[in-house]
């Protein structure tokens, strides 16, 4: 079960959500590109992420134009973005995704530690394309109703990415209406990464949602390991940003 960890980052999204900071515009129209279907345009997908700051590293890069670093990695060849929104320990901002979703017409994920439909209700008017739903928040009761969250997306045309991180998690995620599995490297209670999860989580995956690797991924060695693990498409942040080129560091990916 996880602890301290968890529950910290769910406070803090409630926090956010009673200072009003979800209490956002419109900002335009999503993609004409589903998310899923953007996973299927590369041999090497790579959702791109525009990452601040996080948990475990403090401060990653100089907070910048996310619309000009968003610009730089789908120049680089990212096949979507997804876009850091909780402001607490992240450094994220609904406002980032405002501002990328008028700059690049690929699929947008709004990251997010959801815990409330205002949320899902704010990635609507944002422009997000797909959110995240963390299996484990809603395991630990920091959340509830995760199937009419999903039917609360879907009904505005966005799909979900459901977050996994072991086997137990996957079996319930799968018995969701989800669009998309992602398994997290990152262990939400230790903050320790091994790209192991993936291995074990997808071992004898057959499900027809692409699943996706998240958190720890590096190099072109990591992108080939995890690809043999079973991973179809590759969320990367901090290997990303903490690169002066993000273009370039996109790119290195893709091309791997």
Not at 63 to 87: F, K
Not at 144 to 166: F, P, S
């Amino acid at each position: 079960m996880m602890s301290g960890t968890l529950a910290r980052l769910c406070e803090n999204s409630r926090r956010a959500l009673q200072e009003g900071i979800y209490d956002t515009g419109d900002a335009g129209e999503r993609s004409d590109i589903r998310m899923s279907e953007a996973l299927q345009t590369r041999e090497i997908a790579i959702i791109s992420e525009i990452k601040f700051a996080s948990p475990s590293l403090g401060t990653i890069r100089d907070t910048q134009d996310p619309g000009e670093v968003a610009t730089q990695m789908v120049q680089g060849g990212a096949v979507a973005i997804s876009v850091l929104t909780q402001p607490y320990l992240f450094g994220g901002s609904p406002e980032y995704l405002a501002q990328v979703r008028k700059v690049v017409r690929v699929p947008i994920l709004m990251k997010d530690i959801v815990v409330d439909a205002i949320q899902i209700e704010a990635a609507r008017r944002l422009g997000a394309d797909c959110i995240l739903l963390i299996q484990a928040v809603f395991d630990a009761g920091h959340a509830h109703d995760m199937d009419g969250m999903i039917d609360t997306a879907h009904g505005y045309g966005m799909q979900v990415l459901a977050e996994v991180h072991d086997t137990h998690e996957l079996e319930s995620a799968l018995a969701t209406k989800c669009d998309i599995i992602g398994v997290n490297n990152r262990n939400l209670d230790t903050l320790e990464i091994s790209l192991e999860t993936t291995k074990r989580v997808l071992a004898g995956y057959a499900d027809h949602r692409p699943a996706i690797s998240e958190s720890g991924i590096e190099s072109s060695s990591d992108i080939a390991y995890l690809k043999g693990c079973g991973a179809s498409a590759f969320l990367v942040g901090t290997g990303i940003m903490r690169h002066g080129n993000v273009k370039g560091g996109v790119r290195r990916l893709v091309e791997s």
